[in-house]
């Protein structure tokens, strides 16, 4: 892989910003929904934070879900109660 197909990650709230541009856009979530085929009350949950973007709201927005994990040092990962 090159370091030309490496894009820039983006945060959960780097994302909501990019949809509530998109529903401005739109003139409205209502209108950004219709036209994105996914449901006012979803665009709504996922910009408040309620829900996780899905297939359809990351297709629309041209991005994608990445998942990645990290080895955590063990000493310092523990919970105490």
Request: aromatic letters at 4%; glycine letters at 6%.
């Amino acid at each position: 892989m090159s370091l030309d197909s490496v894009t820039q990650s983006m945060s959960a709230g780097e994302l909501r910003e990019m949809l509530r541009a998109a529903c401005d856009a739109a003139g409205s979530q209502k209108a950004w929904a219709a036209a994105n085929h996914v449901s006012t009350a979803y665009t709504n949950d996922v910009l408040t934070g309620r829900r996780e973007p899905g297939e359809a709201i990351c297709s629309a927005l041209g991005v994608c879900r990445v998942v990645t994990y990290r080895e955590c040092n063990p000493s310092t990962s523990t919970v105490t109660i």
